[in-house]
């Protein structure tokens, strides 16, 4: 009797690890739009513009006259959001 018990206690561990390993873990990926690729490469699009520019002589001399940093400059560029980038690189 003792040796049924230890057999059925056995068996039902063994079930239990089988259903623990066999189920998929839970998968966080998502897709990824169309519109949110393409608004990165849009946004790289922007900055390298404005970098190039920026980059520049003529500009660089201009900006060290008013006295800006440009390593604020980059700062700065870096914080912007999509929409006041647009902006900017449409003014260039």
Do not use: C
């Amino acid at each position: 009797m003792q040796t049924v018990l230890w057999k059925k206690t056995g068996v039902f561990m063994l079930v239990i690890s089988f259903m623990f390993t066999t189920f998929p873990a839970a998968s966080y990926a998502g897709l990824v739009g169309t519109e949110k690729l393409l608004s990165a490469d849009t946004r790289s699009q922007q900055m390298t513009e404005i970098r190039n520019v920026l980059a520049r002589d003529d500009v660089r001399t201009q900006m060290l006259d008013l006295g800006v940093n440009p390593a604020h400059v980059d700062e700065r560029l870096n914080a912007l959001t999509d929409v006041e980038l647009a902006r900017l690189s449409s003014g260039m």
